[in-house]
């Protein structure tokens, strides 16, 4: 068959297919025009349908039940409503692309190939017999993905079919008409990709299901396994293969995963913002989505000013000449060790036997229990007790010292005093809820004695019960003191360390520590072992809800908070995608290889998968940036081709200003969708941002750790925000030597540079990075700014 007779062949079956969705939609608006007229209906008549009547205990019964049926009939419409309205909504989106692919598949044991057509959602033909459209998340569209033509097998619930795939197309079909259409080989065509490759950015991600490669295609259908490590190169599509995932598992689990069984943790809010539209546009609900930080502060805000990780970060790039900077980096790096998760849990171990620190229970000035009583009952319960449950019965043993307590205040003065000041209202108040508490066997205070002992207790009472329940809730655990005590008592923390030796800067990493938590403050690497050590005592928050966490960018994570986060969810699987030669913090990445990863659930329960090709950016840019990280030149370029990176040289700021700016305009008047001006620092970009607004028609937006959303346009922005978004052309603001030699700078300045898709200046003020004039000169062209090009 020529190309043309296939083209108008497959075009009539667009037609077919456009009709058939058409008529479902009339259909579906109907009955969603008719479920929400019966439900606005019946949610105005609601009270007339039901019987009520409270005259009798019987009544009032049947009212109960009237009231509950009627609200069982009226929910059930609504579901109805709501489940139609869905419907409806897929068959719109169909009906603007109704698929994207088509594998022919001849099952062994039958004489003809079955055509099979993948689209974003299945669709049934008019009787409802055969599927015009197969979801791309059904077992047999795992051939399409995973399958090049010739003999294979697929897994389906029912068991394994055999067969051959004889022929695999693609097309684009936009609003009933197909605009390309090839046959392709394994991969899924390279032609589609490069179109979608070569578009501009968008403010928002976008779903990949079209041209998920075999390789991302594991990922996504991977359901087996515990732990899922996804190690996978700058723009591989570590993030895009999760994401599809996510509607996948909802998919493939529907009867029994909701989407807020699955939370994603992102680098920053804004990321939030970037991946939210990729679900919906899927037919799906967003799953939860979090930052970790904002985890740690809904457990420790309360209680401790709360460093983030990107002040420490900034601190990091910033304050080398810190006469303290040793010491802090040294005990960032200890404090995020498996070693200190060890000593954490030996110190626990040993809190068995000693050094246990309470706060005591006061009430007005005096001491109701001394740290020193509940010491030595804690350690009088034998040594075969259960440390939570000692706390337990040592609570219980509080809560009767507080109420001999409160027996013995009743004659106090200050409850006189209490007494006296009771206006009539208060006592009012105070013989109702008495009345209320001793179920109506109260008639009324007629003895004088009587009524005083009861609002005497009643006023004792009123006033120890915050001290109750801080004594409920074990608050009277000095965590802080605990905590604080790993760093005051230096021979305790060599016992704890066994054998392995104390951390550089020992002595200013404790004073470090301590002052600032004096000052009620807590660095960003002591908030997680904080936590650790408070829920090793007092029990866990568990989340047993959650199916799946799902971790972005887990190199930013220390080997601590993933194992932390292990206990948090202990009925998730979890997905963690990173890239080491991203981890741009201080402390050492939990995927320093993958032993600390696999170790959380062990080798039997962990499959690791390794991305390394790289789509987002052209072939130019990958070949420039994967020769500044070790292990880069496995790193493969997906072949779409674009300038050489430039590296501009400036001898002077007011030169390298106007040359950044004059670009800035020319790439404004190229309709460049978005374009990131990156910087190292949030301080750096903020002046940058304040000297371009001077400059340019119109200011672009300056990007900080708070920013929300993420739109099109010029943008400000510091190098470790930009970690999970991409822009289409980047331009470095300063990748001197000056600003990016160091190993730790490496990574950042790595990050930055593969932001980009299309177009990538590297600005430099004095001479460039090493990162950079290490690398063969054929991978970029170098220009030295002259006065005259900047005028
Ligand atoms: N199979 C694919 N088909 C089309 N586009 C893809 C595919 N895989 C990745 N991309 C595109 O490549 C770009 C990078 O993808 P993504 O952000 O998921 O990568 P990443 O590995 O998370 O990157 P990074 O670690 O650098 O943040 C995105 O624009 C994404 O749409």
Sequence with gaps: MST?????????????????????????????????????????????????NFSEADDVGETSTSMRQQSQVLSDRERSHLNTAAALDKMKRLHH??????????????????????????????????????????????????GAPGPI???????????????????????????????????????????????????????????????????????????????????????????????????????????????????????????????????????LQTTFQEYLERRLGREYQLEDPFIQLEYVLSNME?????????????????????????????????????????????????????????????????????????????????????????EAPWVDQQLDLMEPEDLQRAYQRLKRKQKGKVDTFDDFAQEREILARMVVSDRLKPLRKWIKSLRFVDIRQLYAHLFQDQSQMIRLLEGEALPAHWDEICSMTLRRMKVQELAYEDITPYLYLRELLLGFHINSNIRHVIIDEAQDYSAFQLAFMKRLFPRAKITALGDFNQAIYAHSSVLRGTGPLTNLYGPENTEVIELTRSYRSTQQIVEFTRGMVPGGEEIIPFNRSGEKPAVIVSSNTEEHMKKIAADLSHLIQEEYESVAVICKTAEESKEVHE?????????????????????????????????????????????????????????????????????????????????????????????????????
């Excluded at 598949?105 to 008019?126: M, N, V, W």
């Excluded at 171990?349 to 804690?378: H, I, N």
Aim: glycine residues 6%; contains cysteine; proline residues 4%.
């Design 4 to 52: 043309d007779q296939q083209w108008s062949e497959e075009q009539q079956r667009v037609d077919l297919v456009t009709d058939q969705i058409e008529r479902k939609i009339t259909e579906l608006e109907k009955e969603v025009g008719s479920f929400r007229d019966e439900v606005v209906e019946m949610r105005k008549d609601f009270w007339d349908e039901v019987t009520m």
């Design 97 to 146: 692309s109704p698929y994207f692919g088509r594998i022919d598949f001849k099952e062994d044991g039958y004489p003809q190939a079955e055509r099979i057509y993948l689209g974003i959602a299945s669709l049934l033909d008019e009787k409802e017999e055969s599927f015009l459209v197969y979801d791309w998340r059904a077992p047999i569209s795992n051939l399409y993905y995973d």
């Design 153 to 287: 097998t697929y897994h389906t619930p029912s068991g394994e079919i055999s067969g051959d795939i004889e022929m695999k197309r693609q097309f684009v079909i936009r609003d009933g008409r197909i605009r390309f259409m090839f046959d392709t080989g394994v991969t899924i065509g390279d032609e589609l990709l490069q179109a979608v490759l070569s578009r501009t950015s968008d403010a928002q991600m976008k779903s990949i299901v079209a041209t998920i490669q075999k390789e991302q295609n594991r990922i996504i259908r991977n359901d087996r396994t515990r732990m899922l490590i996804v190690q996978g190169a700058a723009g591989s599509g570590k993030t895009s293969a999760a994401l599809q995932r996510v509607a996948y598992l909802l998919y493939k689990y529907r009867e029994h995963l909701q989407a807020d069984q699955m939370v994603l943790f992102s680098p920053n809010p804004m990321f939030n913002s970037y991946v939210s539209t990729v679900l919906p546009e899927l037919g799906e609900e967003n799953m």
């Design 322 to 410: 810190d006469p303290g900077y040793m010491a802090r980096m040294s005990g960032i790096r200890f404090k995020s060790s498996e070693s200190f998760l060890k000593v954490i849990t030996r110190f626990k171990d040993s809190l068995m036997s000693e050094g246990m620190k309470f706060k005591p229970v006061r009430f007005q000035g005096q001491a109701v229990v001394t740290a020193e009583a509940m010491a030595e009952k804690f350690y009088s319960f034998g040594s075969s007790v259960k440390l939570v449950n000692r706390l337990e019965m040592l609570r219980d043993w509080m809560l009767k010292e507080l109420s001999a307590f409160g027996k013995s205040e009743l």
């Design 691 to 791: 000297a371009l607004s001077r400059v340019l028609p119109a200011a672009p937006k300056l990007i900080k750790k708070t920013t929300l959303a993420f739109e099109r346009g010029v943008h400000v922005i510091p190098a470790y925000l930009a970690k999970g978004v991409e822009f289409d052309a980047v331009l470095i603001y300063d990748g001197s030597a000056e600003q990016y030699a160091q190993e730790h700078e490496r990574k950042l300045f790595y990050t930055a540079c593969t932001r980009a898709m299309h177009l990538l200046h590297v600005y430099s003020l004095g001479k460039p990075s090493p990162f950079i004039t290490s690398q063969p000169q054929q991978l970029y062209a170098i220009n030295h700014v002259s006065a005259a090009q900047t005028d």
